[in-house]
């Protein structure tokens, strides 16, 4: 055959490995099957001997991991008959839950927390054509909310307690290890809800059951400075950080995030604001690589540990990159220089600026 088939998708692609039956009608748009980008600068500036890869989940369809959650979320929503999805989100997963249930020809009720959402996540749920409820809350409220809609509403909960968002999530740590061939030593993974540091244990504990690999990696997980559940080891009621994505002080899965850290050996960290800010504009500036600042927060902690030697030399890392930086482009332009002040369109103002900026 000249040609390779299409990758169409997830759930196609690891139908025997996740909860669908050869009927089912899968609602799909072409997720997963992202990047696993070797950086090259960034270590030769640590001055270290490490190997990092990143996992760029930002490039999956609505720019976040949570495509693969939803789209097995809302096929199986569909699948059971259900009209209408409800979600509580810091954005990415609204955005997410707009746009499957707008492929799936059903409702999305999306509870954001009013002024507190980055400005693409937005668009996206009204784009989408999501009923967009803004709450005077933060999303620890809009979750108790949902929670409780859920009980006795006709709409299913898309948010990742449902569990169908941990099956799909699951398939980025199949794709790092059938890319690597085997498992690195130390995954780096932003914490919010912590679902996803969840899902990520269940896929690489999956393929090491299965003997596909004879390992599975430290799981180490980054939360933002001001909103570090883990960290203080009780919940934080009032959760600060530029990373709204992860401004998350109740975390949904508390108990199953705390025995991956001990399955796997792994530990909890926080990242000022400040280091945060500093890695994302790191890796676009010496990668060539876009993230919001709330994945950055994985490269950000990974730095951490590898200047003190917890994560030592000779080490190979996945960062996971878990949101497109083009979701926050408020916080882009805010952290960059301005731009060049208007010229006069003439060759020789435009010429003037090249040639003080040649590097
Ligand atoms: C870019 O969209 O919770 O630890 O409501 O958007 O699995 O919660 C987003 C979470 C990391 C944290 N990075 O993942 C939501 C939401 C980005 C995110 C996380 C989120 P979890």
Not at 34 to 45: C, D, E, F, S, Y
Not at 131 to 139: D, E, H, L, R, T
Not at 331 to 337: D, G, L, M, P
């Amino acid at each position: 055959m000249p040609f390779r088939t299409r990758y169409t998708g997830l759930i196609d692609k690891y139908r025997d490995r996740l909860p669908v039956h050869d009927d089912t009608r899968i609602i799909s748009l072409g997720e997963g099957n992202t990047p696993l980008v070797r950086l090259h600068n960034i270590p030769r500036m640590l001055g270290k001997d490490v190997d990092i890869y990143i996992k760029y989940e930002g490039l999956n369809p609505t720019g976040s991991f949570k495509d693969r959650g939803m789209t097995l979320a809302v096929t199986k929503a569909v699948e059971e008959g259900s009209k209408a999805i409800i979600c509580a989100s810091t954005g990415n997963t609204s955005a997410a839950a707009a746009a499957y249930a707008a492929r799936a020809g059903i409702t999305a009720f999306v509870l954001i927390p009013d002024g507190k959402i980055a400005l693409g996540k937005l668009a996206q749920a009204m784009m989408h054509g999501a009923v967009v409820i803004q709450i005077k809350g933060n999303f620890d409220a809009g979750m108790q909310l949902v929670k409780e809609v859920g009980e006795d509403a006709p709409v299913t909960i898309v948010n990742s307690i449902n569990p169908f968002r941990i099956q799909g999530q699951k398939t980025a740590a199949f794709e790092i290890l059938e890319e690597l061939g085997s498992a690195p030593d130390f995954h780096c993974i932003p914490v919010g809800n912590a679902g996803n540091i969840t899902a990520h244990w269940m896929g690489y504990t999956e393929y090491h059951e299965h003997g596909i690999v004879n390992s599975r990696p430290r799981m180490v997980g980054y939360q933002a400075a001001g909103s570090a559940p883990f960290m203080r080891g009780k919940m934080v009621d009032e959760p600060e950080t530029v990373a709204t994505a992860i401004r998350i002080g109740h975390p949904q899965s508390w108990d199953k995030a705390w025995k991956v850290q001990k399955e796997s050996n792994g530990w909890f960290d926080e990242c000022t604001d400040e280091t945060i800010l500093a890695a994302q504009k790191l890796l676009a500036e010496e990668e060539g690589i876009f993230c919001e600042p709330a994945s950055a927060t994985s490269l950000a902690g990974a730095m951490q540990d590898i200047e003190t030697g917890k994560i030592p030399e000779g080490s190979k890392i996945v960062c996971t990159l878990t949101g497109h930086g083009l979701k926050d482009p408020d916080t882009a332009i805010r952290q960059s220089a301005a731009p060049v002040k208007a010229v006069e369109a003439t060759l020789e103002q435009v010429k003037a600026i090249i040639l003080d900026n040649l590097k």
